[in-house]
């Protein structure tokens, strides 16, 4: 007779895995709220679709850094140890989160760019059209139309919105939490797919030059697209190393045969292409520019910072956690690659004319300075880190904020060089908060990017890594000249003819202003966050 008969079972029952929804609720918030984003977009009326996503955005994230405030001090893993929540965990996602608001500020302008004027007649087929000297944002109106077309111009005449760029940033947000939090590797590459999909469709939404938009945005796809498959292919040789995917098993495979690692070596330099592709390190830098140059400027700023702030919490834990005992074999391939990052972005810098490419290589070498706080390999060194990634981060979206404040007659941003010149006799408080921004970056004394740049080093230095540290200086060195450059544009050079116009919208201000004054303050009284990074230098296995 069969067993059938008797009731017994196929197979065994599969217990059901714990979930600290506690320890989770920074990153359930945003999602829950990009949930009820998407249905906002679905169901709410066009005319207060704009004001309710803004609204909405604001609050789930902030509700999300009280949720990561509420949690510091845990030391924990969740999820059966799939999510780490330590001390770096917290202090990274209340970074990316502080950046988000900022980025979502950012992206909800419409005072940056000409007023709309009311019309009527084909073509006019919404609300929004009856809205009389309403301004618009800085995403196209329809992105699916072709650039130039006739609906593409209707979507321009009826005034539409394109709203979906909220609940496309909330679940880029999402991912970004989780990226830095992942304690295997099949939630980073989960958390890396996240934050990845809604970037790649955000890069090409700009509402001016929508062909250079698309074309940056179909480069970030076809490359990330590669960048996840070395990711993943990497992420199956570490399981056939160590027979699990968890980080500490990783280590304790790895501890227990030290002398057979070779498919760990090569998961990886795997792994490592993943990552730094998100990070920005020479080889694999050649998306930023035009990425960063094609993409709207709120999402180029928000990416910017976001991005590389949990790619590289992605790294360092990876490296902390699951490869420690094979340092002495990536510390010497990382070191090469943080010096070709730091020359290459330092020199290809010099050569640019378009501030938003300058800004772009700027931050490929800044990656390669970060590079260095990972290459020291000790506590320094991951205090050094958190705390470059906050002053880098806030520093970042002010400078591509305060470069939308530009325009020319058109409306449209003036990002040539050219353009800038004599603008500190036009806007003096403009070009100074743009000076202090790039001396920031250049590491000058006083300001939040002197003090990232000598806690790396002096990291690197602890970490016998002192050629590192020489050849850091010297590509500060070469930075700070096309830094000075366009100081030098700005206040001593006569204006072109057609200069361009300096706007105020309230909320870009607002963005600058918290950029410079948080660039100052961590240059000046810099010990607090210190200490405060000091104190979250805990990763958890």
């Given at each position: 007779?069969s067993?059938?008969a008797?009731g017994?079972?196929l197979?065994?029952?599969?217990?059901?895995?714990s979930?600290?929804?506690?320890?989770?609720?920074?990153m359930?918030?945003v999602?829950g709220?990009a949930?009820?984003?998407?249905?906002v977009?679905a169901?709410?009326g066009r005319?207060?679709?704009?004001g309710?996503?803004?609204?909405?955005s604001?609050a789930g994230?902030?509700?999300a850094?009280?949720?990561v405030?509420?949690l510091?001090?845990?030391?924990a893993t969740?999820?059966?140890?799939?999510?780490?929540?330590?001390?770096?965990?917290?202090?990274l996602?209340?970074?990316?989160?502080v950046v988000s608001?900022?980025?979502?500020?950012?992206m909800?302008?419409?005072?940056?760019?000409?007023k709309?004027?009311?019309?009527s007649g084909p073509?006019?087929?919404?609300?929004?059209a009856?809205?009389?000297?309403?301004?618009v944002?800085a995403f196209t109106?329809?992105a699916?139309?072709?650039?130039?077309s006739?609906?593409?111009?209707?979507a321009?005449?009826?005034?539409?919105?394109t709203?979906?760029?909220?609940?496309?940033?909330?679940?880029a947000?999402g991912?970004?939490?989780?990226?830095?939090a992942?304690?295997d590797?099949?939630?980073m590459?989960?958390?890396l797919?996240?934050?990845?999909?809604?970037l790649y469709l955000l890069?090409?939404l700009?509402?001016?030059?929508?062909?250079l938009s698309?074309e940056?945005?179909?480069?970030?796809?076809?490359?990330?697209?590669f960048s996840s498959?070395?990711?993943?292919?990497?992420?199956?040789?570490?399981?056939?190393?160590a027979?699990?995917v968890?980080l500490?098993g990783?280590?304790?495979?790895?501890?227990a045969?030290p002398d057979?690692?070779?498919l760990?070596?090569?998961?990886?330099?795997?792994?490592?292409v993943?990552?730094?592709?998100?990070i920005g390190t020479v080889?694999f830098?050649s998306?930023?520019?035009?990425?960063?140059q094609?993409?709207p400027?709120?999402?180029?700023?928000?990416?910017?910072?976001a991005?590389?702030i949990?790619?590289v919490g992605?790294l360092?834990?990876v490296l902390?956690?699951?490869?420690p005992?094979?340092?002495?074999d990536w510390?010497?391939?990382?070191?090469a690659?943080?010096i070709a990052?730091?020359?290459?972005g330092?020199?290809?810098a010099?050569?640019?004319t378009?501030?938003?490419?300058m800004?772009?290589y700027?931050s490929?070498?800044?990656?390669?300075f970060?590079?260095t706080?990972l290459?020291?390999?000790?506590d320094?060194?991951?205090?050094?880190?958190?705390?470059y990634?906050?002053a880098y981060g806030?520093g970042t979206?002010?400078a591509?904020?305060?470069?939308?404040?530009?325009?020319d007659a058109s409306?449209d941003e003036?990002?040539?060089?050219?353009?800038?010149?004599g603008?500190?006799?036009?806007?003096?408080w403009?070009a100074?908060?743009?000076?202090?921004?790039l001396l920031?970056f250049a590491g000058?004394?006083?300001?939040s990017?002197f003090?990232?740049?000598?806690?790396?080093?002096?990291?690197?230095?602890?970490?016998?890594a002192?050629p590192?540290v020489?050849?850091?200086v010297i590509c500060s060195?070469?930075a700070?000249?096309?830094?000075i450059?366009?100081?030098v544009?700005?206040?001593?050079?006569?204006p072109?003819t057609d200069?361009?116009?300096v706007?105020?919208?309230?909320?870009t201000?607002?963005?600058v202003a918290f950029?410079a004054?948080?660039?100052?303050?961590?240059?000046?009284?810099?010990q607090?966050?210190l200490?405060l990074?000091d104190?979250?230098?805990?990763?958890?296995?």
């Amino acid at each position: 007779m069969s067993s059938l008969a008797y009731g017994t079972p196929l197979a065994a029952a599969i217990p059901a895995p714990s979930i600290e929804y506690g320890y989770l609720s920074p990153m359930l918030i945003v999602f829950g709220v990009a949930v009820l984003s998407v249905l906002v977009e679905a169901f709410a009326g066009r005319r207060f679709r704009f004001g309710g996503q803004v609204l909405l955005s604001l609050a789930g994230l902030i509700a999300a850094l009280v949720a990561v405030v509420r949690l510091a001090g845990t030391e924990a893993t969740a999820v059966v140890g799939a999510v780490a929540i330590d001390g770096v965990t917290l202090f990274l996602q209340g970074t990316i989160l502080v950046v988000s608001i900022l980025g979502v500020l950012f992206m909800a302008e419409r005072g940056a760019e000409p007023k709309a004027t009311a019309r009527s007649g084909p073509g006019t087929w919404s609300l929004a059209a009856a809205t009389l000297g309403r301004g618009v944002d800085a995403f196209t109106p329809q992105a699916s139309s072709v650039p130039g077309s006739a609906s593409e111009k209707a979507a321009l005449r009826a005034g539409i919105a394109t709203t979906e760029v909220f609940p496309l940033t909330l679940l880029a947000v999402g991912g970004l939490l989780l990226f830095p939090a992942s304690n295997d590797l099949l939630t980073m590459f989960v958390a890396l797919e996240v934050l990845s999909l809604p970037l790649y469709l955000l890069c090409g939404l700009a509402r001016r030059k929508r062909l250079l938009s698309q074309e940056a945005a179909l480069k970030y796809f076809l490359l990330g697209a590669f960048s996840s498959a070395f990711f993943l292919y990497g992420v199956a040789l570490l399981y056939g190393q160590a027979g699990t995917v968890k980080l500490a098993g990783i280590a304790d495979a790895i501890a227990a045969h030290p002398d057979n690692a070779m498919l760990a070596l090569l998961g990886v330099a795997l792994l490592a292409v993943g990552l730094l592709f998100k990070i920005g390190t020479v080889p694999f830098q050649s998306w930023v520019p035009d990425v960063y140059q094609g993409a709207p400027t709120p999402v180029t700023a928000f990416m910017a910072a976001a991005t590389k702030i949990a790619a590289v919490g992605a790294l360092l834990r990876v490296l902390q956690v699951a490869v420690p005992g094979l340092k002495d074999d990536w510390r010497p391939v990382l070191a090469a690659i943080a010096i070709a990052t730091m020359a290459v972005g330092a020199i290809m810098a010099i050569t640019q004319t378009d501030v938003k490419r300058m800004l772009a290589y700027s931050s490929v070498a800044h990656a390669g300075f970060i590079m260095t706080g990972l290459i020291a390999a000790n506590d320094k060194g991951v205090s050094a880190i958190l705390f470059y990634l906050v002053a880098y981060g806030v520093g970042t979206v002010g400078a591509f904020a305060l470069v939308s404040l530009v325009r020319d007659a058109s409306g449209d941003e003036a990002s040539s060089l050219s353009q800038w010149a004599g603008l500190g006799r036009r806007s003096p408080w403009l070009a100074s908060v743009f000076a202090l921004f790039l001396l920031s970056f250049a590491g000058l004394p006083l300001t939040s990017g002197f003090v990232s740049k000598f806690a790396v080093f002096e990291a690197a230095a602890a970490g016998d890594a002192t050629p590192l540290v020489i050849v850091g200086v010297i590509c500060s060195a070469i930075a700070a000249f096309f830094y000075i450059r366009v100081i030098v544009l700005m206040f001593f050079t006569d204006p072109p003819t057609d200069a361009p116009v300096v706007v105020n919208p309230f909320l870009t201000t607002t963005v600058v202003a918290f950029g410079a004054g948080v660039t100052i303050v961590l240059g000046v009284f810099p010990q607090i966050l210190l200490d405060l990074a000091d104190r979250a230098s805990t990763l958890v296995r």
